[in-house]
Nanobody, 118 residues
Framework: QVQFVESGGGLVQPGGSLRLSCAAS????????MGWYRQAPGKQRELVAY??????NYADSVKGRFTISRDSAKNTVYLQMNSLKFEDTAVYYC?????????????WGQGTQVTVSA
């Protein structure tokens, strides 16, 4: 069973930076895509960013501030978050996707809290 180890979350001041990491273990296959989602209280879980191959995609709200990167050999994905805002406060979830048997299978981390506060 796939397990994700997430780290880097915590409390940060507005305008500050954090770097999240997520390492997958418990399987030998490589994810075709990895990314980050987030969910704030009372809100729907939303896609923050994902990376597949050499391509990246970002939510409009984080473009220019967040950068996603990946070490495929380690099944690890990172999220560099700069210029953090109050509205970035959420639980951030690591995601890995595998294309198998003609469909996409998603795997999720347990979430890590990011709190932006003065």
């Amino acid at each position: 069973q796939v397990q994700f180890v997430e780290s880097g979350g915590g409390l940060v001041q507005p305008g500050g930076s954090l770097r999240l990491s997520c390492a997958a273990s418990g399987s030998i296959f490589k994810f075709d895509a990895m990314g980050w989602y987030r969910q704030a209280p009372g809100k729907q879980r939303e896609l923050v960013a994902y990376i597949t191959g050499g391509n990246t995609n970002y939510a409009d709200s984080v473009k220019g501030r967040f950068t996603i990167s990946r070490d495929s050999a380690k099944n690890t994905v990172y999220l560099q978050m700069n210029s953090l805002k109050f509205e970035d406060t959420a639980v951030y979830y690591c995601n890995g996707a595998v294309v198998a048997r003609g469909r996409v299978e998603n795997y999720w981390g347990q979430g890590t809290q990011v709190t932006v506060s003065a």
